[in-house]
């Protein structure tokens, strides 16, 4: 059973500060990655994705791969209240065209 | 505008009733998925689709069924509700190639089977 690990949190930050968010996977053949937003009662949606080792940034959001270790992470710089939401990382599967979604981290801004 | 339509938002029927969830996706996407996500746990996949004619079953076991007739259609049938299929039902699809694997949602059809 391949799967994809994360705290479920809550995270709580204050506002201005950065946010981590972790994740581990098992699938070691995996090559794509992402973290989705999802606000309560809301759809999930895109906010990063990563194919290579290392860092990736846009804008206020960096994701970090590290296959050997196969750990992914996100970043979120200078934290509004509107970032409060449940962060869900996936991985595509190596062997199938699906993605494997995580239970989610709880992040919660406080002002 | 290229986007992934649900439809009904909102469903509430009575027990033994068979409903069908609509999913429409107009950006040409070969495959599409199905989850179910009950409120604030996680995502789990019941259904998914390579292309026309092709279904697969999820990771979830589910006694709901789909179709892939045409590329951009995606419909998900519960032949008898019951209560335990109370749940929110999301549809997400995805181009193909190995780079091409973000999956874009729709908005989720709320289902209460009473």
């Known amino acids: 059973q391949k799967e994809v690990e994360q705290n479920s949190g809550p995270l709580s930050v204050p506002e201005g500060a950065i946010a981590s968010l972790n994740c581990t996977y098992s699938d070691r053949g995996s090559q794509s990655f992402f973290w989705y937003r999802q606000y309560s009662g809301k759809s999930p949606e895109l906010i990063m994705f990563i194919y290579s080792n290392g860092d990736k940034e846009d804008g206020r959001f960096t994701a970090q791969l590290n296959k050997a270790s196969q750990y992914v992470s996100l970043l979120i710089r200078d934290s509004q209240p509107s970032d409060s939401a449940t962060y869900l990382c996936?991985?595509?599967?190596?062997?199938?065209?699906?993605?494997?979604f995580g239970s989610g981290t709880r992040l919660s801004i406080r002002p | 505008e290229a986007d992934i339509y649900q439809t009904p938002r909102y469903l509430v029927i009575g027990t033994g009733k068979k409903i069908t969830l609509e999913c429409s996706q107009t950006m040409g996407h070969d495959k599409m998925y199905w989850y179910q996500q009950d409120p604030g746990m996680e995502l789990h996949l019941i259904h998914y689709?390579?292309?026309?004619?092709?279904?697969e079953k999820g990771d979830l076991s589910s006694e709901s069924t789909v179709s892939r007739i045409r590329t951009e259609h995606f419909p998900l049938t519960l032949e008898s509700a019951r209560p335990s299929h109370t749940s929110q039902y999301l549809c997400a699809s995805s181009e193909s190639g190995a780079a091409k694997n973000i999956q874009y949602f729709g908005a989720g059809t709320r289902l209460s089977v009473l």
């Open positions: 689709s390579y292309g026309v004619n092709s279904t």
């Open positions: 996936a991985v595509k599967d190596s062997s199938a065209s699906k993605i494997i």
